[in-house]
């Protein structure tokens, strides 16, 4: 059947109605070319993509560009850059199906940061969830005043955040977007009603996990009559997705944050059987009134200025320590070979330990917490850097000791390292040079393992965010000391997401757009991603294909089976205590080079790059 072009007939801001009605009624074939700047949305074809390691070619395009973690997410952007979208309509319609597509990572029920470059102006945009107001420190304490175990904190209500990535979207689009709202809404919603393919990684992250059809709605959708999940390459719709994306396309994100939606998600988080929850229909309406946008954090390294998320993320101030510590070591620079030396990598996992000494005691949301100093950049200053650089001797040092950047500061108590994983990254370049770097979560995989379907009765829905575990479980140290990080009412908790814009410090123009997925390793993925471009000239394909590796104030963490024995053993006469684990990053990352605009995607996720 021949695809037509219903905008040919209208204008692009026709109603959504409209643009829905003429794609079923005419239809389009999968494959088909679409004009440009015509908003008419076919499904692509659904590559069944196996899970584990598959190498991915790396891409190159001249105008612009769309990298994200599944083939449907990815041409979703792509057809509204074509359609004459900006980078921040296609990051809207990127979003929207990954709820949908990969419901494990990212969705509606959710939170992200985005930071936007309009071609002169950088902005960061804060969605992440926030705790209910009648939360407190207590949060996770048993009758006993004993911290609950991490997975009886997750599996319930108490962990769920007020979701703030809707109303990230619709700021975003206010301020950036061409196309109208509800027009972005189209492939999610098409996909929705027509269903997509289950991807193998889906599967079989389904089958592995023991707690999410105990949810009476999740079981439903993803579990046949005997339990099982359902296969992959299986036809799936999603029907109540479909009905709350019409909704909040026709009537704003009010459709969400109020009314039957916002209802149900209170519901369901109230009435946890083992633990429930304590958000309320006004902890969710409340949560549009929020001040969304904020300055992100631009710091100087090398020629470039790398800028990031301010806190309540952790992630650029830890992944700055970590270069910055570097830049005063005797680190070796270039590559032997295809990977740093093995020295090298003494050096950046003692660096590592330094950083997250100072992340688990200091970085907190910034509405309850004061900068030491005064200035976030207090950690980043190189006086202080050089200072915690020459703690680095020839021998591992164990466990690194929070420093002083400010001594007049008030001590704070120092968290211990929890780590989630549901979590997913977009990179988006237009042809306008509008660039997102825009890193979206429920935390862990499939979050608090509650779904919610927005009281629509249908099939399907979203999942609920477990993002408060993110929280300190226990509000003081082994010392006393309150914790930066603990629970408080209305308040974010630490993150380690790092979306990423870089631009070349001399001429300020727009060089990269990087960031991933990956619990605490998001901090040391991202940064593996900036040296691979921009210290050992590799593509954005080759920075991501690197082997994995990591320090979060312990072991020194290597990817399985990519290492050499000698970079084993050399860590370990160093004093290092050395673990090789599976190390599953999710890095979408495009770079401008010399005209071209150059992108990669994980080789671990099921993640590609689309433009033109």
């Known amino acids: 059947m021949n695809c037509q072009y219903v905008t040919a007939l209208f204008p692009i801001q026709i109603s959504f109605l409209i643009l829905v009605t003429g794609l079923l009624i005419y239809g389009c074939a999968p494959n088909e070319a679409v004009p440009e700047n015509e908003l008419v949305y076919s499904i692509p074809e659904q590559p069944e993509l196996p899970t584990g390691y598959t190498p991915k070619p790396g891409w190159e395009f001249s105008e612009f560009a769309v990298a994200a973690a599944n083939p449907l997410a990815v041409d979703a952007g792509y057809q509204i850059l074509r359609a004459g979208g900006s980078a921040a309509d296609a990051a809207v319609a990127v979003q929207l199906v990954l709820t949908l597509v990969e419901p494990q990572s990212s969705g509606i029920g959710g939170g992200a940061f985005m930071l936007h470059w309009d071609g002169e102006n950088l902005q960061a945009i804060n969605g992440r969830e926030t705790a209910p107001a009648a939360a407190d420190e207590t949060l996770f304490l048993d009758a006993e005043g004993e911290p609950l175990t991490f997975t009886e904190s997750v599996m319930s209500g108490l962990s769920v955040g007020v979701p703030g990535t809707l109303a990230l979207l619709k ?316 629970v408080e009412a209305g308040k974010q908790p630490r993150s380690s997401m790092s979306p990423t814009l870089i631009f070349d410090r001399q001429t300020g123009r727009f060089v990269a757009s990087t960031g991933s997925p990956g619990g605490a390793g998001i901090i040391h993925y991202t940064a593996k991603s900036i040296l691979g471009m921009l210290q050992w000239e590799l593509t954005p394909q080759e920075a991501i294909d690197l082997p994995n590796f990591a320090n979060y104030n312990g072991p020194s963490l290597l990817e399985s089976g990519r290492f050499p024995e000698e970079t084993i053993r050399h860590l370990e006469n160093r004093g290092h205590t050395v673990e090789e684990r599976s190390m599953t990053s999710g890095l979408h990352t495009l770079q401008w080079l010399d005209g071209i605009l150059y992108g990669g995607a994980d080789p671990r996720r099921e993640g590609v790059v689309k433009g033109q």
């Not at 689009?173 to 098409?190: C, K, M, N, Q, V």
């Not at 007049?408 to 929890?418: H, K, L």
């Not at 979206?440 to 609920?464: A, N, P, V």
């Open 171 to 486: 700021t975003a689009h206010d301020e950036y977007g061409r196309l109208d709202w509800s027009d972005l809404f189209l492939p999610a919603i098409t996909l929705a009603e027509e269903g997509f393919r289950i991807s193998p990684r889906l599967h079989s992250l389904l089958d592995r996990d023991e707690y999410l059809k105990r949810d009476d709605v999740a079981s439903r959708y993803y579990y046949n009559e005997d339990g099982n999940a359902l296969p992959a390459g299986q036809h799936l719709r999603n029907p109540a997705l479909a009905q709350i994306f019409r909704e909040v396309a026709e009537e704003g994100i009010l459709a969400f944050y109020e009314g039957r939606v916002a209802e149900d998600i209170a519901r369901r988080v109230q009435n946890h059987p083992e633990r429930p929850g304590l958000m309320t229909v006004e902890d969710i309406s409340d949560y549009p009134q929020r001040q969304m946008k904020t300055e992100a954090i631009c710091t100087e390294w090398n020629v470039y200025d790398i800028c990031g998320f301010p806190p309540p993320s952790s992630g650029h101030l830890a992944i700055m320590q970590i270069l910055g510590i570097l830049s005063h070591t005797d680190a070796p620079e270039a590559l032997q070979d295809t990977l740093p030396p093995a020295d090298w990598f003494h050096y950046y996992m003692e660096a590592g330990k330094l950083a997250f000494a100072d992340r688990n005691r200091y970085v907190a949301d910034p509405f309850f917490v004061d900068p030491p100093a005064g200035d976030w950049a207090s950690l980043l200053n190189p006086d202080y850097l050089a200072s915690r650089a020459d703690l680095i001797g020839e021998e591992s040092m164990g466990r690194a000791e929070p420093g002083t950047p400010d001594p007049n500061y008030s001590r704070a108590g120092v968290q211990t390292q929890e780590s989630g994983r549901g979590t997913s990254h977009i990179s988006i370049v237009d042809s306008d040079g509008n660039a997102v770097a825009m890193t979206t979560t429920i935390e862990q995989g499939f979050g608090s393992r509650i779904m919610s379907d927005g009281g629509t009765g249908l099939t399907g829905g979203f999942h609920l965010n477990n993002e408060l575990t993110d929280f300190s479980r226990v509000p003081i140290d082994g010392e006393g000391l309150s914790i930066a990080n603990r």
